[in-house]
């Protein structure tokens, strides 16, 4: 078969939706159209029953229970709630703890609350540099409001530091958010770890784990986990579709809604549900979780076939992020003395990212290679690859070649090349 051109190697970006997703999602755009929260009739009937088995599964991926997941527009909106809405409902800005601290009325939102309880509310959030934009936005968010933010730093490999990260929790720490894998470099945080931390602490622990999710096993009880974003389309599901798995026991977590009106997901997050969205990412989760482990073999064979052929035809290529806590799927490469972004351009053939995709139009290179302190030639350098379920040995070999030429070429014309060959030949032993 003839290789089809460009061959797409973006799958943090996005995924295509599985054909077998699709044909789950069909009937619900036409016959089963209802509205799930119609419960006076067996359209709103079919909908609803789709919509629960759907759930189903979702909870099922992450060793969750049906009643704790929250279906939202996709992770973005999964972690603006878990942090706007845990912030809400368990934090004090300085302006509410001043009014309550001196005799002010106990306002409507309090409703329920003493002051002497409301006045030991924390006021203190972590998180990470690395974190998706989606998650660091949020926390900015808090700080603009007066709270308390701290964003902890991570290793060279991308990791964070649990000594750290221990050492920045204080007695008014409300949440801490760290991803399970990263969208960029493909790095795995030590969430078990984490999540014993956070639980021997008392402070809640949200994770993002969009990356995560369907590629390496999850389940939110061994983790020690509060709250967990999800988003389908990358897990070859739809677009515009999530999920926030919320803890409702031991502890239950306190949640403010953040989408308000009609009251749908148990008044979590109003509006009314995208069914065959919800049928697709209910499909996608089923098929993740049972192909799992040869998908993960699969796509980790691949992305080392890509690996060794890369660094055995390219000079001064180096990886970044940690070389085995890594996802299956990732590899994110800094190509020396030559511009990411120019061998993006140049690589035609390919469908690669340099740094993220939310940011590349910033030109800017990475806040999380950045972060990860090896400095601006390998930020600027740095290309990611994302290996999935429809890649193909033939596609990887073919991308292997083309990185090969399309790098030589740019370094022959690249006095920065020259210089640093004339320097030291290091790459030669
Ligand atoms: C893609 C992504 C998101 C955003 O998810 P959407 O469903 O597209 O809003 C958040 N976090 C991570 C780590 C991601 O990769």
Redesign the pocket.
């Known amino acids: 078969m003839a290789l089809s051109l460009p061959i797409y190697l973006d799958y ?1 970006a996005t995924t295509p939706v599985d054909a077998r997703v699709l044909a789950a999602m069909e009937p619900y755009f036409t016959e089963k159209f209802g509205n799930a929260a119609s419960t006076s009739h067996r359209f709103g009937w079919v909908a609803e029953e789709a919509v629960s088995a759907a759930r189903e599964k979702i909870a099922q991926l992450i060793g969750a229970s049906p009643s704790e997941i929250v279906l939202t527009s ?3 909106e999964a ?1 603006n709630l878990a942090i706007l809405g845990v912030a809400e409902a368990n934090a004090l800005t300085p302006p509410e703890r001043a009014w309550l601290a001196g005799g002010g009325e106990i306002w409507p939102q309090w409703e329920g609350h003493d002051r002497a309880e409301l006045l030991a509310r924390g006021d203190h959030f972590i998180t990470v540099a690395t974190e ?1 934009k ?1 998650v660091l936005d949020c926390f900015e968010h808090l700080r603009r409001r007066g709270l308390a933010v701290t964003v902890l730093p991570v290793r060279e490999d991308g990791l964070v530091d649990l000594a750290a990260l221990e050492a920045a929790i204080r007695p008014e720490t409300v949440l801490i958010s760290v ?1 399970a894998a990263n ?1 960029e470099i493909g790095v795995l945080q030590p969430l078990a770890e984490i999540g014993a931390i956070a639980k021997r602490r008392g402070v809640l622990l949200h994770s ?1 784990a ?2 995560a999710a369907g590629k390496i096993p999850l389940d939110v009880q061994g983790l020690g986990l509060d709250l967990m974003s999800l ?1 389908a ?2 897990l070859y599901g739809p677009k515009g579709v ?1 999920a926030l798995w919320v803890r409702r026991r031991s502890p239950r977590v306190a949640l403010a809604p953040r989408a308000l009106g009609g009251g749908h997901e148990r008044g979590l997050r109003s509006g009314t549900l995208d069914v065959p969205g919800i049928v697709g990412f209910g499909a996608a989760a089923e098929l993740a979780r049972a192909e799992l482990d040869a998908e993960a073999a699969r796509t980790r064979a691949l992305r080392d076939r890509l690996h060794a052929g890369v660094l055995a035809a390219v000079p001064e290529v180096i990886l970044n992020g940690h070389p085995t806590e890594r996802l299956p799927g990732n590899l994110q490469l800094s190509f020396l003395h030559v511009s990411g972004e120019a061998l993006m351009n140049a690589l035609r053939d390919l469908a690669v990212s340099s740094g993220s995709a939310c940011t590349s139009a910033l030109r800017e290179p990475s806040h999380v290679i950045r972060a990860l302190g090896v400095g601006d030639e390998r930020a600027h350098s740095s290309i990611r690859f994302g290996v999935g379920r429809f890649t193909t040995e033939e596609e990887i070999d073919h991308a292997i070649a083309e990185v090969a030429d399309k790098v030589k070429k740019l370094r022959d014309i690249s006095p920065l090349w020259e210089r640093a060959q004339s320097a030291a030949p290091k790459w030669k032993a």
Do not use: C, R
Request: aromatic residues 0%; neutral net charge.
């Open positions: 943090h996709g992770a973005t972690n998706h989606a991803m969208n993002d969009v990356q988003s389309h990358k999530g």
